[in-house]
């Protein structure tokens, strides 16, 4: 349950994003942190081609996911609702020294909540978690790479050494409208 509310979560948070990256003089302006995620409110179309691999299955998927988000000092919470149907409440808090965040993502359904990263690296933004299964660890990930404030290119991945990744799927983002 936990591993497929993280597939879950780390698809839907696709949404996430940055401005692209800027020369040093402007990087002043540009939000980070707390204020960086804050860019997740809002309506997102999401496309998705799944590759056949191991760990998934080859197919092609388009919602609309909506982030109904808040913001509180050093918190924001964002209910994710993927074409009508409300999915999980995942609340933000960043630590500025490492440009990384943590995520709590809470069920609908009243299930365990779960709790994930996010590292924030200029327009890349990765969120990576792992699973064990008989004593083998996999990790995955999902690569988001933003070409500007409303639109972003992503890949999900996976890895038994973080060194060679394996593609599952890839997509493309667009914020239809703001929070």
């Not at 497929?4 to 003089?25: E, H, K, V, Y």
């Not at 998705?48 to 050093?74: F, M, Q, R, Y």
């Not at 404030?149 to 038994?160: A, G, H, L, V």
């Amino acid at each position: 349950m936990l591993r497929n509310l993280c597939a879950l979560m780390a698809m839907a948070l696709l949404g996430i994003g940055t401005l692209p990256a800027q020369s040093p003089a402007s990087q002043a302006t540009t939000p980070s942190g707390i204020d960086a995620v804050w860019a997740y409110a809002g309506t997102w179309k999401i496309e998705i081609n799944h590759l056949d691999t191991p760990n998934s299955k080859a197919g092609h998927e388009v919602s609309n996911l909506n982030n109904d988000c808040w913001k509180s000092g050093i918190y924001v919470a964002c209910r994710q609702i993927v074409d009508g149907d409300p999915k999980v409440l995942i609340v933000f808090t960043c630590v500025k020294a490492d440009h990384s965040c943590t995520s709590y993502q809470i069920p609908t359904d009243g299930g365990e909540p779960g709790s994930g990263r996010l590292i924030i690296e200029g327009n890349t933004w990765i969120f990576p978690w792992q699973s064990a299964d008989a004593g083998k660890t996999t990790y995955y990930r999902v690569v988001n790479v933003w070409s500007s404030p409303t639109t972003i290119d992503y890949r999900q991945e996976f890895s038994t050494d973080q060194v060679h990744w394996t593609k599952t799927a890839t997509g493309h983002e667009v914020k239809t409208s703001s929070n």
